[in-house]
């Protein structure tokens, strides 16, 4: 089965702990791109340097 859908928001459908339960932390730093890491980190407080 195959379904295509154009123009879905899909935004508060599910939530964060569903999806996070399901993967490991491993999983999706890996999917996720390292410069919205560096960000995210950064936004917390942190400092990140590139050694």
């Known amino acids: 089965m195959e379904i295509d859908i ?10 964060p702990e569903e ?3 399901e993967y490991t932390a491993a999983s999706l730093l890996d999917a996720m791109d390292e ?6 980190l950064e936004n917390e407080g942190y400092t990140v340097t590139n050694d």
């Open 35 to 40: 410069s919205d890491v560096v960000r995210w």
């Open 6 to 15: 154009d123009s879905i928001e899909l935004v508060e459908c599910v939530k």
């Open 19 to 21: 999806i996070i339960s």
